[in-house]
T-cell receptor
Framework: GEDVEQSLFLSVREGDSSVINCTYTDSSSTYLYWYKQEPGAGLQLLTYIFSNMDMKQDQRLTVLLNKKDKHLSLRIADTQTGDSAIYFCAERASGTYKYIFGTGTRLKVLA | EADIYQTPRYLVIGTGKKITLECSQTMGHDKMYWYQQDPGMELHLIHYSYGVNSTEKGDLSSESTVSRIRTEHFPLTLESARPSHTSQYLC?????????????FGAGSRLTVL
């Protein structure tokens, strides 16, 4: 079945770049997503990428997609303390409106 | 600002009580979802709806039930709460944006069953 995997924790210093990685299994996924969850809140969409793209940039965020390896990454440039949160990678199961979420990566930004 | 509202945000109740978690959205979305988020952060789909009078069970077996009588309203009910139901419950709705089906989440309802 479909599965999405992420590392659980990442710690970076303020001002450095953060790279959060994700691997997925459903090669027919049309879109892949990144969501952010702050403490006590629901998930907020950060960005998404269409499966025929290799890269998408949106201000401080860069998404890289390696479809051959089924690997997705999110790079946050100039990471700030306000970026501390849990980041979820997600794919939409082909032919459905159901989403498969990764386990989430907890990003901690040190001042 | 939130366009999808969940109440209550926090609830502590005793075993055996019946509870309903409310979810409302003002965006007119047809598709709505309930996710259960465990302490390890992973989200599990427990119910979804494609529109009025359409509900389906998700991937994670749940003793809860849902209804969809109106487009904007998707409540989740537990007839008899147990400690194993203690969790965070997230409601979401989705729409197509530039071809991508995008989820909008509520702030969540954190349930503790004693």
């Amino acid at each position: 079945g479909e599965d999405v995997e992420q590392s659980l924790f990442l710690s970076v210093r303020e001002g450095d770049s953060s790279v959060i990685n994700c691997t997925y299994t459903d090669s027919s996924s049309t879109y892949l997503y990144w969501y952010k969850q702050e403490p006590g809140a629901g998930l907020q969409l950060l960005t998404y990428i269409f499966s025929n793209m290799d890269m998408k940039q949106d201000q401080r965020l860069t998404v890289l997609l390696n479809k051959k390896d089924k690997h997705l990454s999110l790079r946050i440039a100039d990471t700030q303390t306000g970026d501390s949160a849990i980041y979820f990678c997600a794919e939409r199961a082909s032919g459905t409106y159901k989403y498969i979420f990764g386990t989430g990566t907890r990003l901690k930004v040190l001042a | 600002e939130a366009d999808i509202y969940q109440t209550p945000r926090y609830l502590v109740i005793g075993t055996g009580k019946k509870i309903t978690l409310e979810c409302s959205q003002t965006m007119g979305h047809d598709k709505m979802y309930w996710y259960q988020q465990d302490p390890g952060m992973e989200l599990h789909l427990i119910h979804y709806s494609y529109g009025v009078n359409s509900t389906e069970k998700g991937d994670l077996s749940s003793e809860s039930t849902v209804s969809r009588i109106r487009t904007e309203h998707f409540p989740l009910t537990l007839e008899s709460a147990r400690p194993s139901h203690t969790s965070q419950y997230l409601c979401a709705s989705s729409e197509v944006v530039s071809g991508a089906n995008v989820l909008t989440f509520g702030a969540g309802s954190r349930l503790t069953v004693l």
